[in-house]
């Protein structure tokens, strides 16, 4: 075998609960997070040397040196077995990139399980998933798939069951936010509000039980009722214009709508796949639609 291509599925946190701030910088997270329709794919070719290169959407926003995920994720591999990572990897990319959309997330993912089946390795799921929770919080969930409640920083992950489709729009931003960033103005907003933002100051986030229950019922009319997103706030805090967008979705027929993760993606709950297509033509705009719940990391034929 000398290439191996694997698609990789977007996520959306249909529940971000967020703890304090902890002694190392990351916050608590009751996180359940549901992976979505929109991929990117991530080609794994032998080489002589360590090379990266992207097309599709954004591309220029995407680092193409030892900072890009999915390098980070092949020379972790390869230093684990104790090899060299040569390998020429090609991201061919749909999610958006700094949308909250855990895009470069996918991309690490993608290029383990690419770069462990091109270097016949045949590490097993939680040597994966292991390796997936060193190279950042979402990223064991790119590799899981379907839906999932994650605590810790969002790495520790239990499946959670979903009984039937569900269907989103996506407005995607021009322009990313970063993830830190909003962390921090989350933090922020909580000190400016009288409270602290430590793990002391800010109850521990929980998942609502609620939630859970309409994944399992397949009932878009009851999730929509419970879509919580704690950053939501700090996102729109730091870029207005993002609450006349969510606004914008729900009078354009979405059950509810959200910022996705640390956004600027909004994400919309539409009733079913019809509305959906529906909704994404009123707003225009590129406007995505995709269903839920999609297939984790997966190595194509
Ligand atoms: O884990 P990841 O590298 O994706 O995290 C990016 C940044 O997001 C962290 O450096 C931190 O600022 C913030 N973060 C956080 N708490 C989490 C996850 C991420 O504060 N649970």
Known sequence: MNAVTVRVPAKVNVQLAVGGRRPDGFHDLASVFL????????TATAAGELRVTAEGRDVAGIPLDGSNLAVRAAVALAARHGIE???RLHIEKDIPVAGGMAGGSADAAGALLACDALWGLGSSRDELLALCAELGSDVPFSLLGGAALGVGRGEVLTGLEVGGAFHWVFAVADAGLSTPAVYAECDRLRRAAG???SVSDVPEPVVDPALVAALRDGDPYALAGVLANDLQAAAVSLRPGLAATLASGR??????????????T????APDADSAGKIAATLGGGARVAPSPAPGATLLP
């Open 266 to 269: 909004c994400a919309f709950l």
């Open 251 to 264: 009078e354009a027929g979405a059950l509810a709508s959200l910022v996705s993760g640390s956004g600027p």
């Open 195 to 197: 409270g602290g933002d």
């Open 85 to 87: 990572p040569k390998v």
């Open 35 to 42: 992976a979505v329709g929109l991929y990117d794919r991530v």
